[in-house]
């Protein structure tokens, strides 16, 4: 307490001291009374001084910098210099944006990045204590020019007919400050609002940024001569020192006689539409002259969207699902907008790609089931049939594949088609392994053979099985052989092996892969030849057979001879019945036919040596 009563009583002194000195003393400052710059650039503000009554710059000097704070008459210090004591005071919005310079003449107190709460009052004030006291103000004045116009044509047609001013056009000026000014321009001529011909709407709109954005609306009642006319547009604004003005483009109008009658309709494909077609719409009126229209698409509940077209025509290049729905078309004239229009509805058919599932590959093993999908999605109804090796091998989303064996294994195809637009169709695939171990084809897990010594037999083992088998094969003892064919797939392996039999032969095949092993034995039964000189042949060995028939024909004739020896000495009773008895007895039982193939001489021997024996009867008649 005693400290700050001190201060106090110390201020108290000091500033009747000042107003005493202020009697001889004089101190001038001079400041601008304005200060101008761009929004965003460094203001500089000077504060020049002098004092009047003493020699130069006096022992003791103190500058204080102030702003007015916007809104109120209070004010608050943002500077303060005394000697060599330089302070930029904290916590205000200037912390950090302010620099300032002193030399023997003045002050200079330069704020960076302008913003546009900096319009306001700057005070300087130097204090000299027994030299003088005196403060002077600057305002600085911050502008920002806006943003070149943007102008706006009716789109619509404005009929002639219109008793009141139509709208023409919107011009906008964004982003100044100051507000800035738009004028209004017929062919290079200013339009003054008038009654009943001429009306100018003009508003601002003061942004987030605190800049203006303004906007102005023409309303003015056409005439024929007005179908060549051109609006435009003027911005006028402040910068430091200056105005300036810019001038829009320029826009027309379209002037016409309101329409009666509108008629849409779609000119080209015919039939179904689907996706990627081009589709013409075309819309037509009885307007005179001939009106020009606008196309739009139905966006319930929002307002239409506006489509580019070109006179009466629409040409909707590679359309897809989502060009489909409510098309309109009504032609550039304001007072037909609402009630004269053309409506049609137009459906784009589309197919997606084909999605399978499972995708691209899928293993399986041997004997497993597996059920694959087909979708894709459409506007209309679809069927879906499967292919393997171009065979149909399913119909329907679904194909099942039940007890899985290698000939599953493959690239299965569905094709999806749409039979009300067959331009529509899609395909997808999925390729099909059947893994597992190898399995040999055929169903002999031995193999028993018969061949002749010197012969060549060939071997052969078909393996399937996924991962592809391989087959080896093993001999006995030192046999003599080697590999003639070998081929190989993803699931199949086939080896055939050559072999010249000179004694049994056993040999195994064995097909394995990761998953397994599968073998199969062959046995080879050398067959030895009839004589030991030669080797045994199939000819020599009919020629054996044939020797033995020959032997047993030559005892059936001296059997014969000696019997009908005994009929002609009387010790076989010679009666008729007994006769025809003997004869049928050997009729019946002793017709012997016997063909040789071999050999052609034989044959004829051995048939006249059966035909005596069998045929006494005509033997007796030739005695």
Known sequence: MALQLRRANF??????????????????VRMPENVEVYLGDSAEIPCQYNFTESNGVPRFLMIQWFVKDNGSSSRFRIYYAHNDDKIVDEGTEYSGRIQVTLDQHGTRLTVHEVQLSDEREFICQVNGLSDGLTERKSHLRVFAPPEAPVIMGVQAGISVTNEMPSKVATCEARNSFPKANITWYRNNTPLVPSVGRVNVWTGDTVEASGLYSVHSTLEYRVLKEDKEANFSCEVSFFVPGAIRTVESSSVGVTVHYPATM?????????????????????CQGDGNPSPTFIFSRAREPDPDEDLDSRGNVLMLQAVSRKDGGLYRCRPRDGTSYNE???????????LDPAVVVPKESEAMMKGEDLTATCNALSSLKTSTVWYKDGKTVGEGNTL?????????????????????LPALHTSG??????????????????VHLEEAVGRTVN???????????SVTWTFDSSQSWQEVFSKSSDHMTQSVVSVVVGSDINAVCNASNDLGTDVRAFSIKAVPL???SAPFS???????????????????????????????????????????????????????????????????????LLKAVNGDENGTKKQ
């Open 11 to 28: 201020f108290l002194f000091l500033f009747l001291f000042l107003h005493a000195r202020s009697v001889w003393a004089k101190v001038e």
């Open 262 to 282: 509108v008629e849409l309709w779609r000119e080209s494909p015919e039939g179904l539409i689907k996706e990627g077609d081009t589709v013409e719409l075309r």
């Open 340 to 350: 004269v229009k053309g409506e049609m509805e137009l459906n784009v058919h589309y």
């Open 400 to 420: 099942h594949l039940q007890d899985a064996t290698y000939e599953m294994t493959g690239e299965y195809v569905c094709k999806v088609t749409v039979a009300a």
């Open 429 to 446: 695939s999925v390729h099909i392994v059947v893994q597992g171990g190898p399995q040999l084809v055929g169903e002999e897990q031995e």
């Open 459 to 469: 071997l052969s083992c078909e393996a399937r099985g996924h991962p592809a088998p």
């Open 530 to 532: 009839v004589t030991s």
């Open 538 to 608: 199939p000819a020599e060995g009919s020629g054996v057979i044939i020797v033995v028939i020959i032997l047993c024909l030559l005892l059936l004739a001296i059997l014969g001879s000696v019997l009908y020896f005994l009929h002609k000495k009387g010790k076989i009773p010679c009666g008729r019945s007994g006769k025809q008895d003997i004869s049928k007895e050997k009729t019946a039982k002793d017709d012997i036919v016997v063909e040789m193939k071999n050999n052609g001489n034989v044959k004829s021997e051995g048939t006249v």
